[in-house]
């Protein structure tokens, strides 16, 4: 089953979705290929296909990745007393309440998820200059999206997560990942969505956001 969104309409109402994920439904494995053979269609450096993508669907090794997700998250939240200026959380963000709430939700419930998505690209990006970091990430983070967009068609979603990366060589150790060859970029939560309306997110106005031909602070 199919939406038949337009492709406006799956670009502008593709959400990070956590309240209304369906831990109670079962996710096949079919549609988890079928969406990241469609994902696997996004542009990457030079078609090297340095990917590797790790899903996980059983429940006992789900049960531990929740348990470092909600340690990362600890050790992200301790870091807040560092932010500042507009990298401070909620910093004039309408809605942002909102954005806790769900993200305390997800935390409580990430055990619970039929499946999880692990996408990896080869290398450790740290170690690389900004050129590389971003070949790195752009050989990879396109394709992830483009999952989220398959999972929405499907009536399915997931929800853009980094908060593990704070656990990142526990996971690998968890997972079997070669940690010293592969970055992990994210952790998404697989799951059919409680209804299929979902509206455009606030944003930045245009004009606060773009300039013409010179940088506008
Ligand atoms: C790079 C990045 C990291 C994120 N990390 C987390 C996370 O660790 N946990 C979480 O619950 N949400 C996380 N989010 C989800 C954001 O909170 C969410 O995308 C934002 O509130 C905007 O909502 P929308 O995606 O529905 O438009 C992350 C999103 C991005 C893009």
Same mark, same amino acid.
């Given at each position: 089953?199919?939406?038949?969104?337009?492709?406006?309409?799956?670009?502008?109402?593709?959400?990070?979705?956590?309240?209304? /994920?369906?831990?109670?439904?079962?996710?096949?494995?079919?549609? %988890?290929?079928?969406? /990241?053979?469609?994902?696997?269609?996004?542009?990457?450096?030079?078609? +090297?296909?340095?990917?590797?993508?790790?899903?996980?669907?059983?429940? #006992? @090794? @789900?049960?531990?990745?929740? #348990?470092?997700?909600?340690?990362?998250?600890?050790?992200?939240?301790?870091?807040?007393?560092?932010?500042?200026?507009?990298?401070?959380?909620?910093?004039?963000?309408?809605?942002?309440?909102? %954005?806790?709430?769900?993200?305390?939700? +997800?935390?409580?419930?990430?055990?619970?998820?039929?499946? %999880? /998505?692990?996408?990896? %690209?080869?290398?450790?990006?740290?170690?690389?200059?900004?050129?590389?970091?971003?070949?790195?990430? #752009?050989?990879?983070?396109?394709?992830?999206?483009?999952?989220?967009?398959? +999972?929405?068609?499907?009536?399915?979603?997931?929800?853009?997560?980094?908060?593990?990366?704070?656990?990142?060589?526990?996971?690998?150790?968890?997972? #079997? @990942?070669?940690?010293?060859?592969?970055?992990?970029?994210?952790?998404?939560?697989?799951?059919?969505?409680?209804?299929?309306?979902?509206?455009?997110?606030?944003?930045?106005?245009?004009?606060?956001?773009?300039?013409?031909?010179?940088?506008?602070?």
């Amino acid at each position: 089953m199919t939406l038949n969104l337009s492709a406006d309409q799956l670009l502008t109402t593709t959400r990070s979705v956590r309240k209304r /994920l369906d831990f109670d439904r079962a996710v096949s494995r079919d549609i %988890i290929q079928q969406c /990241l053979e469609i994902a696997f269609q996004a542009p990457n450096g030079s078609n +090297l296909n340095t990917w590797k993508w790790v899903v996980v669907d059983d429940p #006992g @090794i @789900i049960e531990k990745i929740s #348990g470092l997700y909600n340690q990362g998250t600890e050790d992200f939240i301790a870091t807040l007393g560092d932010a500042v200026g507009e990298n401070y959380m909620g910093a004039d963000i309408p809605g942002f309440q909102g %954005i806790n709430d769900s993200v305390e939700y +997800l935390r409580q419930n990430l055990h619970r998820a039929p499946a %999880i /998505l692990f996408p990896l %690209i080869s290398g450790r990006v740290e170690q690389g200059g900004v050129f590389w970091q971003a070949s790195s990430y #752009g050989s990879i983070l396109q394709a992830t999206w483009s999952f989220f967009l398959a +999972l929405r068609e499907r009536g399915m979603g997931s929800a853009w997560t980094t908060a593990h990366l704070w656990r990142e060589k526990e996971m690998a150790e968890l997972l #079997g @990942i070669p940690y010293e060859r592969y970055t992990q970029v994210g952790l998404f939560p697989i799951g059919y969505t409680k209804g299929t309306q979902f509206r455009k997110a606030y944003r930045k106005p245009f004009d606060e956001v773009v300039s013409w031909n010179q940088f506008s602070p």
